[in-house]
């Protein structure tokens, strides 16, 4: 399955789920300090986020998206054939469409950056930072390791909370293993779509969902990374200083999905599949109101060191790359 077909795969489950019983609700406005922009429609999470927080006063804890800036990326074709159909749907939510950044943040107190293109992020987020409003950007953070750490830079300056994930992060067979179910988890194999766009790192457009399922299970720690490159698949080993051994298969040709399988000291479990976005935006929901990213900027940055050595080793033909 391609990237795009996943993508419009998944947004098609979480239409499903809305239409059993997650209406968008007309009838109330948020208080200020609960009022939620975006940034970037051409995206099917600008969609379905938006029809899930609009869509359940209690689950949103009153948050509401109220308003939304439409520019996202200025030249991947599938973000482009995506963004008039987001535009319709995200106005049809009664959420008003604004002409700027600047003027977005005259009409909100939060921020989902979900621009689909990640070498815009530093650009559109530096604005949110610099005004103080808490900022949710989707993956990929950025485009490359260098525009990642700079994001977090500039939210430390401003000190304005800022976090980004998957939402393979908080998916209910992850979350058991982080909870202990399989005991300590001594490694896990994962796989996902892994398109290539040419001006990101190559595990950045889509495998992340794979990386970040990885990452959450196995934690931070990870010292060297090791890729196999073909047309159609790559192998990428990760090795982490307790010896531990983590996989991501990279899927370019052939069926692909997003899950894995974790392996402990007292069992082995499934990863995945992706279900649902409502675990995602309830972590969302709970950054806006508390300001506590539920993840760290350096478990974060690790993610983006590894798929930085992912390339460099893909460019030395398969050679370990320590990360620093």
Same mark, same amino acid.
């Given at each position: 399955?391609?990237?795009?077909?996943?993508?419009?795969?998944?947004?098609?489950?979480?239409?499903?789920?809305?239409?059993?019983?997650?209406?968008?609700?007309?009838?109330?406005?948020?208080?200020?300090?609960?009022?939620?922009?975006?940034?970037?429609?051409?995206?099917?999470?600008?969609?379905?986020?938006?029809?899930?927080?609009?869509?359940? *006063?209690?689950?949103?804890?009153?948050?509401?998206?109220?308003?939304?800036?439409?520019?996202?990326? *200025?030249? %991947?074709?599938?973000?482009?054939?995506?963004?008039?159909?987001? %535009?319709?749907?995200?106005?049809?939510?009664?959420?008003?469409?604004?002409?700027?950044?600047?003027?977005?943040?005259?009409?909100?107190?939060?921020?989902?950056?979900?621009?689909?293109?990640?070498?815009?992020?530093?650009?559109?987020?530096?604005?949110?930072?610099?005004?103080?409003?808490?900022?949710?950007?989707?993956?990929?953070?950025?485009?490359?390791?260098?525009? &990642?750490?700079?994001?977090?830079?500039?939210?430390?300056?401003?000190?304005?909370?800022? #976090?980004?994930?998957?939402?393979?992060?908080?998916?209910?067979?992850?979350?058991?293993?982080?909870?202990?179910?399989?005991?300590?988890?001594?490694?896990?194999?994962?796989?996902?779509?892994?398109?290539?766009?040419?001006?990101?790192?190559?595990?950045?457009?889509?495998?992340?969902?794979?990386?970040?399922?990885? #990452?959450?299970?196995?934690?931070?720690?990870?010292?060297?990374?090791?890729?196999?490159?073909?047309?159609?698949?790559?192998?990428?080993?990760?090795?982490?200083?307790?010896?531990?051994?983590?996989?991501?298969?990279?899927?370019?040709?052939?069926?692909?999905?997003?899950?894995?399988?974790? #392996?402990?000291?007292?069992?082995? &479990?499934?990863?995945?599949?992706?279900?649902?976005?409502?675990?995602?935006?309830?972590?969302?929901?709970?950054?806006?109101?508390?300001?506590?990213?539920?993840?760290?900027?350096?478990?974060?940055?690790?993610?983006?060191?590894?798929?930085?050595?992912?390339?460099?080793?893909?460019?030395?033909?398969?050679?370990?790359?320590?990360?620093?």
């Amino acid at each position: 399955m391609e990237r795009r077909d996943f993508v419009k795969t998944s947004a098609l489950i979480a239409t499903g789920m809305l239409a059993s019983g997650w209406a968008v609700a007309r009838d109330h406005q948020a208080e200020e300090g609960k009022r939620v922009g975006i940034i970037g429609l051409d995206t099917s999470h600008s969609e379905v986020f938006t029809r899930l927080i609009n869509g359940n *006063r209690a689950a949103s804890k009153g948050f509401k998206v109220v308003a939304a800036y439409t520019e996202g990326s *200025r030249d %991947i074709p599938s973000a482009l054939e995506m963004k008039p159909g987001i %535009i319709k749907a995200v106005k049809e939510m009664d959420v008003e469409i604004v002409g700027s950044i600047t003027e977005l943040l005259q009409k909100v107190d939060v921020v989902l950056l979900e621009s689909n293109d990640g070498r815009i992020h530093l650009e559109q987020a530096v604005p949110v930072l610099k005004a103080g409003k808490r900022i949710f950007i989707d993956k990929p953070l950025a485009a490359n390791l260098g525009e &990642a750490r700079e994001i977090f830079k500039m939210a430390a300056e401003f000190n304005t909370p800022v #976090f980004s994930s998957s939402a393979l992060r908080f998916e209910k067979n992850v979350q058991r293993v982080v909870q202990g179910a399989i005991g300590e988890v001594t490694g896990a194999d994962v796989y996902a779509p892994a398109e290539i766009e040419p001006h990101h790192l190559d595990l950045a457009w889509y495998a992340i969902h794979g990386v970040e399922m990885l #990452f959450t299970v196995m934690g931070p720690g990870c010292k060297s990374v090791s890729r196999v490159h073909c047309d159609g698949t790559d192998l990428v080993t990760g090795v982490w200083e307790n010896g531990s051994i983590g996989t991501v298969r990279a899927i370019r040709k052939g069926t692909a999905g997003i899950a894995g399988t974790a #392996f402990g000291t007292r069992g082995i &479990a499934q990863l995945g599949p992706f279900e649902t976005y409502e675990p995602l935006v309830e972590q969302i929901v709970s950054f806006f109101e508390s300001g506590k990213p539920p993840v760290t900027a350096d478990e974060t940055l690790e993610i983006f060191r590894f798929m930085d050595a992912a390339d460099r080793s893909r460019k030395k033909n398969g050679k370990a790359i320590h990360l620093s």
